[in-house]
């Protein structure tokens, strides 16, 4: 039996929407990167919403997807 994921990220695009769950910060906030990077790519907005078992941690991976997204913005530029 297998533990059930602890972390959920909702990505959603005017094109899809994806659902990304993993057990730990760094796992959820490596899948969200990538996700957030192959949609940036393809000219899409992205939006997201982040479940996880504390505010610390939601907070933690909400300010790196942050960053990740400024990064990208001054990349485009």
Known sequence: MTASP???IRI?????GSILR???ERE???KAEFLIRRVHARGELV???IAGPGT???GRIRAYLQDVLVEIAHLSL
């Not at 959603?12 to 899809?16: A, N, P, V, Y």
């Open 6 to 8: 602890t972390f959920e």
């Open 12 to 16: 959603t695009t005017s094109e899809t």
């Open 22 to 24: 993993a057990p730990t």
């Open 28 to 30: 959820i906030a490596t």
């Open 47 to 49: 939006a997201y919403s």
């Open 56 to 58: 610390d941690a939601i």
